[in-house]
């Protein structure tokens, strides 16, 4: 490729010296430039690049010695080639004047011509190989430039990758890890070491260390799927459970992959641990939560069955009455266990559910500590509120507008006592016999609570306290039988005789 033309000055107060140097150097197949005097030259200088400058050392205004030191002290111009022409014998003086002047070359007159073009040459192709090494350099900068800026941004987003994985790693509750099949060293990052529970500067991660944070009854086994690899395993998924410094156990499950060598050996097996003792611990409730509702529905059909065969009634219609009253009972506290997860059922809600039917019109009060009652307890003194809520209905304090009920109810000695108090009703005789509702209300309490029924006929209004152990409720009917169901059909078939 034809390379690119420097500029050539040529420096001479005389035209016909001027013309003879440009033939001699038309050959060269640059571009020459031409000055007449030295103030010129300076002219040229400032608007254009030149490569080599040929001056007469003899001018008049400003010789070739004058001319030079002004180029020189323009630091743009410090490295301009510059070669002396001079007609009159040149001393080693002279020269070594040149030379200071910044002069790299003397020509003497008469000039011969493939000395100069040779000379000129040889500071023209140095001129050119030097701004072309400057390019390249220019050209290697700007690309190691734009390498440092590429690399700059892949580390940037490394490292924003790296903390986007450690959120991810951390909201999540995993964690990876690295074992070094050769020299058995281990990795862990900070989300294995918060699974792990372990201090990372002051726990010593190794084989031994880790193994002993695992669960006695599952080191053995992810042991043996760790040595799987080496028989051609390339990867296993286990659950498993830690124990940690504190004494408190998580259930975990590890993903692990191998890397080996062509020989099968194991360089490598790397790993990330996710945290699932929640998990774990929901789908114990739940699995609790499904024996739960089984045992409860299974005694609520007991009861709902035992209220059918065991109701008495003057008629159909009474009957039906009866029936409704108390499997709708049932119905409410079951709902009302249902939003706790049949954990318990809060006794003040209890009892404004169960009166709910006839508290329209304000007779009804109820007062007392907040009290969380057992699932079985909940239920028995719902049918046992019901009953007497519907007695009072037919016969007592609510079935005239003056009369007036209160519940209230403490905690004593490990014991409930619930007091319901009528007045302002009809006037109260003592009943000759006790009918069902009565019957089956003192039967539950007795014997499926271990509690007492107490009933006080005064004339002005009945008294009933209900007085039930909380203590064995809360130990005694949560089993996984039908024991509060069976219980109860036993109550109500001891209440009818």
């Not at 009892?351 to 019109?361: I, K, L, M, S, T």
């Not at 003056?402 to 004593?412: A, K, L, N, R, Y």
């Amino acid at each position: 490729m034809e390379h690119e033309k420097i500029n050539i000055l040529l420096v001479d107060d005389q035209p016909a010296k001027l013309l003879a140097y440009e033939v001699i150097l038309k050959e060269l197949g640059e571009k020459l430039v031409v000055a007449t005097s030295g103030r010129e030259a300076l002219e040229i200088l400032l608007k254009t690049e030149i490569a080599v400058i040929l001056v007469d050392v003899c001018m008049p205004e400003l010789d070739g010695f004058e001319l030079a030191a002004m180029i020189r002290e323009h630091p743009r111009f410090q490295k301009i080639a510059i070669i002396f022409i001079s007609a009159i014998q040149v001393s080693d003086f002279d020269r070594l004047r040149g030379y200071e002047m910044g002069a790299v070359d003397y020509v003497p007159v008469p000039v011969v011509p493939e000395v100069l073009r040779a000379k000129i040459k040889v500071f023209a192709e140095l001129y050119r190989k030097t701004r072309q090494l400057e390019r390249l350099n220019a050209e290697l900068e700007d690309r190691v430039r734009a390498r440092t800026a590429e690399l700059e941004r892949s580390t940037a987003q490394l490292v924003e990758s790296e903390q986007r994985r450690s959120m991810a790693i951390a909201a999540g509750k995993m964690g990876s890890w690295d074992w070094d099949g050769v020299n058995g060293d281990w990795m862990l990052d900070d989300g294995q070491y918060r699974i792990f529970g372990v201090d990372p500067h002051s726990f010593e991660v190794n084989s031994t260390n880790i193994m002993a944070l695992c669960h006695p009854e599952d080191s053995v086994r992810l042991q043996d799927m760790i040595a799987d690899f080496s028989k051609g395993t390339k990867s296993f998924e286990a659950e498993f459970r830690i124990k940690r410094p504190d004494g408190e156990q998580r259930w975990c499950v590890a993903t692990a992959a191998a890397t080996t060598d062509t020989a099968g050996r194991v360089l490598r097996v790397s790993g990330v641990t996710v945290d699932i003792t929640d998990r774990k611990n929901a789908e114990e409730r739940q699995m609790l939560l499904t024996r739960e509702v089984d045992h409860r529905a299974k005694n609520a059909l007991a009861l709902a069955q035992s209220i059918v065969r065991l109701t008495r009634a003057e008629d159909v219609q009474a009957y039906v009455r009866a029936v409704e009253g108390r499997i709708s009972a049932l119905a409410r506290v079951h709902t009302i266990l249902s939003l706790s997860s049949w954990q318990g059922a809060e006794i003040g809600r209890l009892v404004a559910e169960e009166v709910a039917p006839y508290a329209n019109g304000g007779q009804i009060s109820s007062s007392g500590e907040e009290l969380q009652l057992q699932p079985a307890t909940a239920q028995t003194l719902a049918l046992a509120l019901h009953e007497l809520v519907t007695n009072s209905a037919k016969y007592g304090a609510l079935s005239v507008l003056s009369g007036q009920i209160s519940v209230s109810w403490s905690v004593e000695d490990d014991h409930l006592d619930l007091v319901w108090v009528e007045t302002g009703g009809p006037l109260v005789h003592v009943p000759t016999s006790r009918g069902f509702g009565t019957r089956s209300l003192m039967a539950s309490v007795e014997s499926q609570l271990g509690g007492q029924a107490v009933f006080d006929w005064r004339p002005e209004g009945l008294i009933c306290r209900l007085l039930v152990p909380i203590a064995r409720t809360a130990t005694g009917t949560d089993g996984h039988a039908t024991h509060a169901g069976v219980a109860a059909v036993a109550s109500l078939q001891r209440a009818v005789g």
